[in-house]
C-alpha cells in the first residue's frame, strides 16, 4: 500500500472513530440523565479543562506545526514570499503556510488584503475563540441555556459536520474558501454547543469527561483528516517541483 493510501486509511479509521463516538454521546447522556453524579465545583473544572481544549485548538488552527507528532500530521510553518504576488499559479514550489501556491489549493485559502490565511484553520481558531467566551459565560459566570436540547442538538450537528466536513466539499463541488472557513466555526462551535447542552440536560462529571476526551480526538482527527487531503490533492498534480 502507498503511503498517501495508508494516510488516507488511518484519516477515515479515526473519522469512523470520531462519528462513533459522537453517536455515542446522546446514548451516555440518555443514561446520565436517569442516573444523578454530579460535584463540587463541576462547572469551573468541565469549564477551565475545555477552555484549554479549545486553547489548543487555537493553537493548531495558528500554529498547526506546534502540533505535529510525525509527518503524517506535519504541516509546514507560515511562510512568505516577498517576490511573489499572492495570486495562484501552477508554479511551486512557493508555499503559502501548508498549501502552496497552487489552482488546486485556492480554495483552501482566504485572501485577506495582501495576506493569505488557510481556510480551515482560521475557521477552527475563530470558532475556537468563540467557545471560549461561551465557556466563560455559562461554565464561570453561570449563564443558563435558553433552550439546552436545541443547543444540544445544534453541536451534535455541527460536530458532525465538520468530522464529515471533506465529504461535503467533494459533494458541493470544491466550494471557496469563505465555506471552509464557516463550516470550521461551527465544527469548533458545536463542540461547545454540545457540551454545554449536555451539561444543563444531565450535570454528569461522566458524561462531560467523556466529551472532552472525545473532543480531544477530534481534534486529532480533523488534522489528520487536513493533511490526508493535501496528499490526495498532490498526488493527482501532474506537478512534480512542489513535491516534498
Not at 479509521?13 to 443514561?31: A, D, M
Not at 485559502?109 to 488557510?118: A, K, M, P, S
Not at 480533523?222 to 490526508?228: D, E, G, N, V
Request: overall charge positive; hydrophobic content about 45%; glycine content about 10%.
Amino acid at each position: 500500500m502507498s503511503v498517501i493510501g495508508s494516510a488516507e486509511s488511518w484519516s477515515k479509521l479515526f473519522q469512523g472513530i470520531s462519528l462513533l463516538g459522537l453517536g455515542l454521546v446522546p446514548l451516555i447522556l440518555i443514561r446520565a440523565m436517569m442516573i444523578s453524579s454530579a460535584i463540587e465545583s463541576q462547572v469551573y473544572v468541565v469549564g477551565f479543562s475545555f477552555i484549554t481544549i479549545c486553547l489548543l485548538g487555537a493553537i493548531v488552527g495558528l500554529r498547526p506545526s506546534t502540533c505535529s507528532t510525525s509527518r503524517f500530521i506535519g504541516f509546514n510553518h507560515q511562510t512568505r514570499d516577498t517576490e511573489q504576488d499572492t495570486s495562484f499559479s501552477k508554479e511551486p514550489p512557493v508555499r503559502r503556510g501548508h498549501h502552496y501556491r497552487c489552482e488546486d489549493f485556492s480554495t483552501h485559502v482566504l485572501n485577506i488584503g495582501e495576506n493569505v490565511f488557510c481556510a480551515g484553520c482560521t475557521g477552527l481558531s475563530t470558532g475556537a475563540a468563540i467557545a471560549i467566551v461561551g465557556s466563560l459565560f455559562y461554565f464561570i459566570i453561570g449563564v443558563p441555556l435558553v433552550v439546552p436540547e436545541v443547543i444540544f442538538w445544534t453541536g451534535f450537528a455541527g460536530v458532525a459536520v465538520g468530522i464529515d466536513q471533506h465529504r461535503v466539499y467533494r459533494v458541493l463541488g470544491n466550494p471557496r474558501g469563505a465555506f471552509r472557513f464557516m463550516l470550521n466555526v461551527i465544527f469548533a462551535l458545536g463542540a461547545f454547543l454540545l457540551l454545554a447542552g449536555a451539561d444543563q440536560l444531565a450535570g454528569s462529571i461522566a458524561v462531560d469527561s467523556y466529551i472532552l476526551l472525545i473532543a480531544l480526538f477530534w481534534i486529532y482527527t480533523r488534522i489528520a483528516m487536513s493533511k490526508t487531503e493535501h496528499n490526495r490533492i498532490c498526488s493527482q498534480c501532474s506537478t512534480k517541483l512542489c513535491r516534498t
